[in-house]
């Protein structure tokens, strides 16, 4: 047994099919200076060809899988159509000599090599986009058909060194059980589609596994814990069919309770909400009840497109939320961009570390006219209802009174015009840095609620990049420093009488649930797929016992004693479900 990153969730046991890596044939003889404008012919062809073929996946993956998920698409477009990456073609042709095909191929390894040397994760996802591209547009250039997948129609497990959306999309869910890469990580885009499809898969195994997987071996594969087993014996196989089969059970029992209230068994109502990226998924959100939106991600609007959106385009989409909800809340946070989320059309400065760099809020309070308009927008929203603002990676009073300006001044301008908007609108911010927590009691003095973004907390707390397969055993959302942290949070807001809720991966953790309740924190802001099963803790546990468990844990010295008093805590409460 070996231990990956764990990509998806669920079970998947079966065969192997194991995906061969790109391997080319390419001529290397030198052309002359006659047969440029021919290469030049051929590369644009190449070029239109693989932008079709592009096109149509994407609308085919637009009806399977949404489409937020089908914009990994847009940034292979991107690629074909950037002029660095093709001038680079180009300049091989001219200076070389050389056929279009050589030419695409040492482009390509030449930013995928730059790239695969920054110590920045989402960087060196990018270089597989690359990669996809490049060996799309070698396929059209040198006619090499498609890898030929397994025709009996059995599920298999797909193996592959690293795997490309591009593959991925001539995949029929129906037919993989799961999936195993040796590279890649939880950002990588190959991740985010196996979760849209719901197929198990388990990532980053190189030079974890000693053996080489062949096409046949018989794999168990666990998308929850991150295992991989390879030809196992029977005893395990069984073990793994019997928890398959539970988790199958389970899923389809949890349908019961998306009704039912929220309450812990000794009355306590908690919240759930949901997070969303776009207004296309608040059908999600009324579909399992929620009890509103705990987390629109704005920057989603501003992707796929070539320029800033409007005041009005931003009114459209927010209204649209708004509507559906009726009188949920919403909370809607303004762009966080920078770090792993990139605009096409904003040049970013050149940053070593551009996590700690210029993002979030540093850059809305340097781009005042970018962020006077998404006010404006949220603000006219908030006339139709029950609208919140929540300002990103604020880390000082300082920038929460500067952003709490801009809001003034975009009020202002909306009054003049005449329009109309909930001039006591709520404002909010997300705790995600160390430094917000150390301050968390001024900075409660500032607003009306604090959201915990857990995902950057504890990888700032515990200098863990979380994106990062070789330290992802230090990422450990039970560290002492981690439940420290919350409790502080918590305390400031309750002394300063303000809402506190959690928005990030650890508030769709169902066994976190007792530790946020025992916290004193009764809102939770996950995503849709998380919600029964949280929703389900909620309904299994005492508060009161939840509280004496944080006691306990604030005695602990170690992650693991941590986790085995959340342990005993859940398998306790699981005696306690009788829906």
């Not at 776009?278 to 009890?291: E, K």
């Amino acid at each position: 047994m070996v231990k990956g990153i764990a990509a998806s969730s669920g079970i998947a046991i079966g065969r192997a099919f194991v995906l061969p890596s790109w391997n080319w044939d390419l001529n290397e003889e030198n052309i002359s200076v006659n047969d440029f404008a021919k290469e030049f012919e051929r590369l644009y062809e190449g070029i239109q060809i693989s932008k079709h073929e592009i096109s149509n996946i994407k609308k085919e993956f637009n009806e399977v899988i949404g489409s937020e998920e089908s914009k990994i698409f847009d940034v292979h477009l991107a690629i074909l159509d950037d002029p660095v990456f093709m001038d680079e073609i180009q300049g091989i042709i001219k200076r070389q000599y050389k056929v279009a095909e050589v030419a695409v191929k040492e482009a390509m390894d030449h930013f995928t090599n730059m790239f695969d040397l920054l110590d920045d994760e989402y960087m060196r996802e990018r270089a597989l986009d690359i990669k996809d591209v490049g060996n799309r547009l070698l396929k059209h250039l040198l006619g090499t058909p498609e890898v030929t997948l397994p025709q009996d129609n059995q599920p298999f497990i797909l193996v592959a060194k690293e795997l490309s959306p591009s593959q991925l999309a001539h995949l029929n869910p129906s037919h993989v059980e799961g999936i195993l890469t040796m590279a890649g990580g939880k950002t990588s885009h190959s991740a985010i589609m196996a979760r849209a499809l719901g197929i198990p898969s388990v990532l980053g195994l190189e030079g974890k596994i000693e053996t080489t997987i062949e096409t046949g071996d018989f794999i168990v594969l666990d998308g929850d814990e991150g295992s991989v087993y390879v030809n196992p014996n029977e005893e395990i196989v069984q073990a793994y069919n019997l928890k398959k089969q539970t988790w199958l059970e389970k899923q389809k029992s949890l349908q019961k309770i998306i009704n039912v209230p929220a309450t812990t068994m000794d009355g306590k109502e908690i919240q759930l909400d949901i997070n969303i990226n776009s207004q296309n998924d608040v059908d999600f959100a009324l579909s399992y009840d929620s009890s509103g939106v705990g987390l629109f991600r704005s920057e989603y609007l501003y992707m796929d497109r070539d320029q800033f959106p409007s005041e009005e385009e931003q009114l459209k989409a927010y209204k649209n939320v708004v509507k559906k909800l009726g009188s949920k809340p919403i909370i809607i946070r303004t762009l966080d961009i920078g770090g792993d989320k990139q605009l096409d059309y904003v040049t970013f400065p050149e940053e070593d570390n551009p996590f700690l760099g210029y993002r979030a809020i540093r850059f809305l309070l340097d781009q005042k006219d970018i962020f006077k308009t998404q006010l404006k927008a949220i603000l006219r929203a908030s006339a139709m209802g029950n609208v919140k603002i929540m300002y990103p990676m604020i880390s000082s009073v300082e920038e929460i009174r500067k952003a709490n300006s801009i809001l003034e001044q975009a009020k202002e301008e909306l009054l003049e015009k005449g329009y109309d908007f909930n001039p006591n609108i709520e404002i909010g911010i997300m705790i995600e840095v160390p430094g917000a927590v150390a301050i968390a009691d001024l900075l409660a003095q500032e607003v009306d609620f604090f959201s915990i973004g857990t995902n950057d907390l504890i990888q700032y707390v515990l200098a863990v990049d979380r994106m990062n397969e070789h330290i992802a055993d230090f990422y450990e959302p039970f560290h002492p420093a981690v439940i420290r942290m919350l409790k502080q949070t918590v305390d400031a807001a309750k002394a300063n009488n303000i809402d506190i809720s959690v928005c990030g991966e650890m508030a769709g953790d169902f066994n976190a649930t007792p530790i946020f309740i025992g916290l004193g924190v009764h809102k939770l802001s996950m995503s849709s797929q998380s919600i029964l099963q949280v929703k389900e803790r909620v309904l299994s546990i005492y508060e009161t016992e939840c509280k004496q468990m944080i006691d306990d844990i604030l005695l602990c010295k170690t992650s693991e004693e941590i986790t085995e008093l959340v342990k005993r805590m859940n398998d306790k409460t699981n005696s306690n479900v009788s829906y």
